[in-house]
């Protein structure tokens, strides 16, 4: 089992980083802008529920508008697209390869920000399909399809000629999400939006979609994510293979059954299944836990930057989120949880923490380096952190504490709904909204810097490709000379 | 773990095993499921929804009102009432058995329930309690039923007779269960408030009808349009802060229209076969009042 992640010199680093500028850079600063958006979104949706009348008038921007295109843009947007710009990287580095087909990366990576466009759109314009996760108009899938295929298809290549071909942990969980996503996705899209199935069936398979996209294709790239990222910043080997494996296959084989609590008008063996199974999904998250505590255990977190900390925060959620849904799967449990404000504190936390705060430590990460260039304020970043850690804990707990007193008031039929509703969760919704204004600030932030960068990386290869002009047929002419050098001492 | 291929062979039997339990499964379980001849009503059931109400579906849809309203009414258990049907010819045999079952009871009550029968001995009993007692008439002559009665907060709230099912949601397409409940309920909400006008007036501001409701105004469903000759019968009956301009009036649209008619299709008001309760034809119509001023 190979816990080590290869070193080899700065030179060839920069080759391999820079093949990747300009697609990652794209997909990071696109991924960031939907955040951004999405986060508007939820303040929107968030106001709406103390002060109904706010935008009232127009059909664009009700409540049960902007929920949706809220997840939708936060989930496919920033969440999908991050992670496949983080999973190209890591793709790239653990297996010491440069991109393929950059163009076409490119090419994949427009035609799923317009896929993503239209399907928000779509849902704003009243085209929602319904469907929890899946709420992007049918029409849309097809281009997201052809997107992730161009994607997918060259994250699978790049691994595939990969120079290093021992797997390091990470990857396995790459190559399982890079499968799944394709997967539940024809699947679901065909049984929901082409083929209706009829009935309740549309409810489970929906169910089953979710908790494939946020525990397996979300939640394999966070993990990944986070196995790659704090023993490479604590300067440590990961404690113990076998144990990531074991976790692995657990989480991949039981990943796809969890998310539908029992107690709804489903029949009874889907909540059974599904409890049982977020159960052995924690156990498995207990299990990659005590293999990340091993392996930072006595790491000084000060040396290792603010990037640890970010992934640091994104393992924790991870964890609490996992412990998190296996509680709320019991029975009793989930009798008082069950459509109440807990379940979206759940997707906070899952979403926003684990998933979200990964994904922008490693863009902290890596842009400086496939650009070549350091952040220009890092005094910012330090902002968006705290800014994005406050704001996300401010709504999970406001959701978590909220959603649990708002089952409380629904499970005890003495309580009017009214003052379940006025006297129950009303505070706590106004906490969450302190909480989405910290995300939404920290989100302008990243925005911020992130399109600095952008602009900053192409005017100086703008004016480098202007400078070098004159020089490129005494270059060209070099090149040749020296390949006919090469091809000669092959042969 | 370092090759590729097995790795593939790994995740295809993960997604297979997967696909098979929360797709193929279901779909091989409910797929075929068809409407059922429910003798309460003397029809099948479910019916299609008709040509508006469909339409109503889709307006319910798009504006996203399963964001806060859930349309899934949850059953904890049953227990039992017990009804002495028929009282049969050994009136003293009898007396004294429901003197048994119902220590509570003079000699006095008991008696005018064996002379008043169809009569209820005793309400909300669990299973083995119902089981005793309706054994115990066994050889008197008398006819007893045990009644099942659905329990828990969603029926206690008055959002539904009984638990919905699947064959509730058959031509549901689709499927709007909602997962969050910032509004009530709204599975059997066309039995509850029956009005039609009250969905309008809600509909164009919930507090002309609930004072202190959440839910947002969804004034676009509505026109406000100059009274002509004749102003239009369809016209809310506004008054004080809601009225609109003098010489104006506020008619619902054809959104508003069909919206409000899925509304009202929307009712789970008998049982079926996996959600037994007792049924009476005698829908309690003067309890509307009071459940609409509950009621968001």
């Given at each position: 089992m190979d816990v080590t992640q290869s070193s080899k010199s700065p030179s060839d680093w920069t080759e391999i980083d820079s093949s990747y500028r300009f697609p990652t850079l794209f997909l990071a600063s696109k991924a960031v802008g939907w955040l951004l958006l999405g986060s508007i979104f939820s303040l929107i949706a968030s106001i709406k529920m103390h002060s109904p009348s706010f935008l009232a008038s127009c059909p664009w921007v009700t409540y049960g508008v902007m929920m949706p295109a809220a997840l939708n843009a936060v989930v496919y947007g920033f969440a999908l697209q991050g992670a496949f710009a983080a999973l190209l990287w890591m793709t790239m580095r653990l297996g010491q390869v440069k991109l393929v087909a950059p163009g076409y990366l490119f090419i994949g990576s427009l035609l799923w920000n317009i896929g993503v466009f239209v399907g928000v759109v779509g849902i704003m314009a009243g085209h929602s399909s319904g469907h929890a996760y899946l709420e992007m108009p049918g029409y849309v899938t097809p281009i997201l399809f052809a997107a992730y295929t161009l994607i997918g298809g060259i994250a699978l290549v790049t691994f595939h000629k990969r120079q290093v071909r021992d797997l390091y942990p990470s990857q396995w969980f790459i190559f399982a999400a890079l499968y799944w996503f394709p997967w539940i996705l024809t699947a679901a899209s065909f049984l929901l939006h082409m083929s209706p199935v009829r009935g309740v069936t549309q409810a489970i398979i929906g169910g089953w979609y979710a908790s494939g996209l946020n525990v397996i294709v979300l939640g394999f790239i966070g993990i990944a994510l986070i196995q790659y990222l704090l023993p490479k910043l604590a300067k440590r080997?990961?404690?113990?293979g076998y144990l990531s494996m074991f976790a692995f296959w657990v989480i991949l084989f039981f990943g796809g059954f969890t998310g539908l609590l029992p107690g709804q008008s489903l029949p009874a063996w889907v909540g059974a299944l599904s409890a049982v199974c977020s159960v052995f999904v924690a156990f498995a998250w207990l299990i990659l836990g005590y293999n990340i505590y091993r392996t930072i255990e006595g790491a000084s977190s000060k040396s290792a930057g603010l990037g640890y900390k970010f992934v640091y925060f994104s393992a924790v959620a991870g964890l609490i989120s996992a412990l998190l849904t296996a509680w709320a799967s019991r029975v009793s449990i989930a009798e008082v949880v069950q459509f109440t404000l807990f379940i979206p504190g759940l997707k906070w936390l899952h979403l926003y923490g684990f998933v979200g705060m990964g994904l922008i430590g490693c863009i902290y990460l890596f842009l400086p380096k496939v650009t070549g260039t350091d952040w220009s304020k890092p005094g910012q970043w330090t902002a968006i952190f705290w800014t994005y850690a406050i704001g996300t804990s401010l709504v999970t707990i406001a959701f978590l504490v909220g959603g649990w007193k708002h089952g409380k008031g629904l499970i005890?039929?003495?309580?009017p709904f009214m003052d379940v509703l006025r006297g129950g969760i009303a505070p706590f919704i106004r906490m969450s909204t302190v909480g989405e204004l910290l995300v939404l600030v920290a989100s302008v932030l990243l925005v911020w810097n992130v399109s600095s960068m952008f602009c900053r990386t192409y005017c100086s290869c703008l004016c480098g490709a202007l400078g070098s002009i004159g020089k490129a047929e005494t270059e060209g002419d070099t090149k040749k000379s020296q390949s006919k050098k090469s091809s000669k001492k092959k042969s | 773990m370092n090759q590729g291929p097995l790795l593939f062979l790994g995740v295809l039997c993960a997604m297979a095993a997967s696909w098979m339990g929360f797709v193929l499964m279901p779909q091989v379980q409910l797929g075929n499921q068809s409407t059922r001849h429910v003798k309460e009503i003397g029809r099948h059931y479910p019916a299609e929804r008709g040509g508006l109400a469909d339409k109503g579906h889709d307006v319910y849809r798009a504006a996203g009102c399963a964001a806060c309203h859930t349309q899934q009414v949850r059953q904890t258990g049953f227990n039992f009432d017990i009804v002495l049907t028929d009282a049969g010819d050994f009136t003293d045999l009898v007396i004294s058995l429901v003197k048994e079952s119902n220590s509570s009871f003079s000699d006095q009550q008991a008696a005018d329930i064996v002379a008043n029968a169809?009569?209820?001995?005793?309400?909300?009993?669990n299973q083995s309690v119902a089981n005793s007692i309706v054994r115990s008439f066994k050889d008197s002559g008398a006819k007893v039923a045990a009644n099942i009665r659905p329990t828990g907060p969603d029926i206690d709230r008055g959002w539904g007779p009984r638990q919905t099912v699947g064959l509730d949601y058959?031509?549901?397409?689709?499927?709007?269960?909602?997962?969050?409940?910032?509004?009530?309920?709204?599975?059997n909400v066309g039995s509850r408030l029956t009005d039609r006008e009250w969905h309008f007036l809600h509909l164009y501001h919930p507090h002309t009808v609930?004072?202190?409701?959440m839910m947002p105004a969804y004034p676009y469903l509505f026109e406000t349009q100059i009274i002509g000759d004749d102003p239009s019968s369809d016209a809310l009956p506004l008054a004080g802060e809601?009225?609109?301009?003098?010489?104006t009036e506020v008619v619902p649209t054809a959104e508003a229209n069909v919206l409000v008619d899925y509304l009202l299709s929307l009712r789970i008001s008998h049982p079926v076969f996996e959600a037994p309760y007792l049924f009476t034809q005698a829908e309690p119509s003067e309890n509307n009042n009071s459940e609409t001023e509950q009621a968001e």
């Amino acid at each position: 089992m190979d816990v080590t992640q290869s070193s080899k010199s700065p030179s060839d680093w920069t080759e391999i980083d820079s093949s990747y500028r300009f697609p990652t850079l794209f997909l990071a600063s696109k991924a960031v802008g939907w955040l951004l958006l999405g986060s508007i979104f939820s303040l929107i949706a968030s106001i709406k529920m103390h002060s109904p009348s706010f935008l009232a008038s127009c059909p664009w921007v009700t409540y049960g508008v902007m929920m949706p295109a809220a997840l939708n843009a936060v989930v496919y947007g920033f969440a999908l697209q991050g992670a496949f710009a983080a999973l190209l990287w890591m793709t790239m580095r653990l297996g010491q390869v440069k991109l393929v087909a950059p163009g076409y990366l490119f090419i994949g990576s427009l035609l799923w920000n317009i896929g993503v466009f239209v399907g928000v759109v779509g849902i704003m314009a009243g085209h929602s399909s319904g469907h929890a996760y899946l709420e992007m108009p049918g029409y849309v899938t097809p281009i997201l399809f052809a997107a992730y295929t161009l994607i997918g298809g060259i994250a699978l290549v790049t691994f595939h000629k990969r120079q290093v071909r021992d797997l390091y942990p990470s990857q396995w969980f790459i190559f399982a999400a890079l499968y799944w996503f394709p997967w539940i996705l024809t699947a679901a899209s065909f049984l929901l939006h082409m083929s209706p199935v009829r009935g309740v069936t549309q409810a489970i398979i929906g169910g089953w979609y979710a908790s494939g996209l946020n525990v397996i294709v979300l939640g394999f790239i966070g993990i990944a994510l986070i196995q790659y990222l704090l023993p490479k910043l604590a300067k440590r080997d990961l404690h113990n293979g076998y144990l990531s494996m074991f976790a692995f296959w657990v989480i991949l084989f039981f990943g796809g059954f969890t998310g539908l609590l029992p107690g709804q008008s489903l029949p009874a063996w889907v909540g059974a299944l599904s409890a049982v199974c977020s159960v052995f999904v924690a156990f498995a998250w207990l299990i990659l836990g005590y293999n990340i505590y091993r392996t930072i255990e006595g790491a000084s977190s000060k040396s290792a930057g603010l990037g640890y900390k970010f992934v640091y925060f994104s393992a924790v959620a991870g964890l609490i989120s996992a412990l998190l849904t296996a509680w709320a799967s019991r029975v009793s449990i989930a009798e008082v949880v069950q459509f109440t404000l807990f379940i979206p504190g759940l997707k906070w936390l899952h979403l926003y923490g684990f998933v979200g705060m990964g994904l922008i430590g490693c863009i902290y990460l890596f842009l400086p380096k496939v650009t070549g260039t350091d952040w220009s304020k890092p005094g910012q970043w330090t902002a968006i952190f705290w800014t994005y850690a406050i704001g996300t804990s401010l709504v999970t707990i406001a959701f978590l504490v909220g959603g649990w007193k708002h089952g409380k008031g629904l499970i005890n039929p003495e309580t009017p709904f009214m003052d379940v509703l006025r006297g129950g969760i009303a505070p706590f919704i106004r906490m969450s909204t302190v909480g989405e204004l910290l995300v939404l600030v920290a989100s302008v932030l990243l925005v911020w810097n992130v399109s600095s960068m952008f602009c900053r990386t192409y005017c100086s290869c703008l004016c480098g490709a202007l400078g070098s002009i004159g020089k490129a047929e005494t270059e060209g002419d070099t090149k040749k000379s020296q390949s006919k050098k090469s091809s000669k001492k092959k042969s | 773990m370092n090759q590729g291929p097995l790795l593939f062979l790994g995740v295809l039997c993960a997604m297979a095993a997967s696909w098979m339990g929360f797709v193929l499964m279901p779909q091989v379980q409910l797929g075929n499921q068809s409407t059922r001849h429910v003798k309460e009503i003397g029809r099948h059931y479910p019916a299609e929804r008709g040509g508006l109400a469909d339409k109503g579906h889709d307006v319910y849809r798009a504006a996203g009102c399963a964001a806060c309203h859930t349309q899934q009414v949850r059953q904890t258990g049953f227990n039992f009432d017990i009804v002495l049907t028929d009282a049969g010819d050994f009136t003293d045999l009898v007396i004294s058995l429901v003197k048994e079952s119902n220590s509570s009871f003079s000699d006095q009550q008991a008696a005018d329930i064996v002379a008043n029968a169809p009569r209820t001995i005793l309400e909300a009993v669990n299973q083995s309690v119902a089981n005793s007692i309706v054994r115990s008439f066994k050889d008197s002559g008398a006819k007893v039923a045990a009644n099942i009665r659905p329990t828990g907060p969603d029926i206690d709230r008055g959002w539904g007779p009984r638990q919905t099912v699947g064959l509730d949601y058959l031509f549901d397409e689709p499927i709007l269960l909602g997962n969050q409940r910032i509004g009530p309920d709204l599975a059997n909400v066309g039995s509850r408030l029956t009005d039609r006008e009250w969905h309008f007036l809600h509909l164009y501001h919930p507090h002309t009808v609930v004072g202190k409701s959440m839910m947002p105004a969804y004034p676009y469903l509505f026109e406000t349009q100059i009274i002509g000759d004749d102003p239009s019968s369809d016209a809310l009956p506004l008054a004080g802060e809601f009225a609109p301009e003098e010489g104006t009036e506020v008619v619902p649209t054809a959104e508003a229209n069909v919206l409000v008619d899925y509304l009202l299709s929307l009712r789970i008001s008998h049982p079926v076969f996996e959600a037994p309760y007792l049924f009476t034809q005698a829908e309690p119509s003067e309890n509307n009042n009071s459940e609409t001023e509950q009621a968001e």
